[in-house]
């Protein structure tokens, strides 16, 4: 596997359910990011992950949930979801030190539904 | 917060020339360009630090204005593969704040 990947690409959940993204980086980065892209939305940073810390949360509900164990993998964890919530999730990855004057490398995403 | 773009859509015939426009509010360190192509992850184009730089690889180069807190991004003598969605994104000065524009949507026609 080489850049970066996520997993699942598609799915489907119901409002009760509880589901996971998970995002993986081969490139060596030390930081991570979730963004979500709605349709006639642009790409909404989620939160930023530096050496395995949270140092970015742009407001976001707490029915998302970030966990990122190493530098290599990052997860979106989603509970009680929202049909609103629909949308495709991206996972980037750079180099980070401190700013974001780094090239972002981004995976395929994943299409959330929500029913 | 986020930056504006401008125009919102253009169609373009292979050959012509684009330019489009990053607008923001805040005073600005940095200014990436990406491209998204229908149902692809976004691509990185380049970086503009503060200082007014000018970059470009191939036939698109970019601007950045710090004092309007504006870039530009310049796409001359289009081609087909430069199809898709081009975002700009801005890094605020004052701290670790990152955004993307709305988006330009931009189609090349033979």
């Known amino acids: 596997e080489t850049g970066v990947t996520q997993t699942p690409r598609h799915l489907v959940m119901g409002m009760t359910n509880k589901k996971s993204l998970k995002c993986e980086q081969h490139?060596?980065?030390?930081?991570m990011y979730w963004y979500k892209q709605s349709a006639k939305k642009p790409l909404e940073l989620m939160f930023v992950?530096?050496?395995?810390?949270?140092?970015e949360n742009n407001s976001v509900p707490s029915r998302f949930s970030p966990e990122c164990p190493n530098s290599s993998h990052l997860f979106l964890h989603l509970h009680t979801l929202q049909p609103e919530d629909s949308a495709l999730y991206l996972c980037?990855?750079?180099?980070?030190?401190?700013?974001?004057?780094?090239?972002?490398?981004f995976g395929p995403g994943t299409r959330l539904t929500v029913l | 917060q986020q930056p504006v773009q401008s125009p919102q859509a253009v169609i373009l015939r292979e050959g012509e020339d684009a330019v489009i426009n990053c607008s923001s509010s805040?005073?600005?360190?940095?200014v990436h360009w990406y491209r998204q192509k229908h149902g692809e992850a976004p691509v990185f184009l380049m970086i503009?630090?503060?200082?007014?730089e000018q970059k470009g690889h191939d036939k698109i180069s970019a601007s950045f204005n710090e004092k309007k807190q504006q870039s530009s991004l310049y796409l001359t003598a289009s081609q087909l593969s430069y199809s898709g969605t081009y975002f700009c994104?801005?890094?605020?000065?004052?701290?670790?704040?990152?955004?993307f524009g709305t988006g330009t949507s931009l189609t090349v026609i033979p």
């Open positions: 992950y530096s050496l395995e810390e949270r140092v």
């Open positions: 980037a990855s750079s180099p980070y030190q401190g700013t974001f004057t780094n090239e972002q490398f």
């Open positions: 503009l630090l503060r200082g007014g």
């Open positions: 490139l060596g980065h030390n930081a």
């Open positions: 994104g801005t890094e605020s000065d004052t701290g670790n704040q990152f955004y």
């Open positions: 805040k005073a600005l360190y940095s």
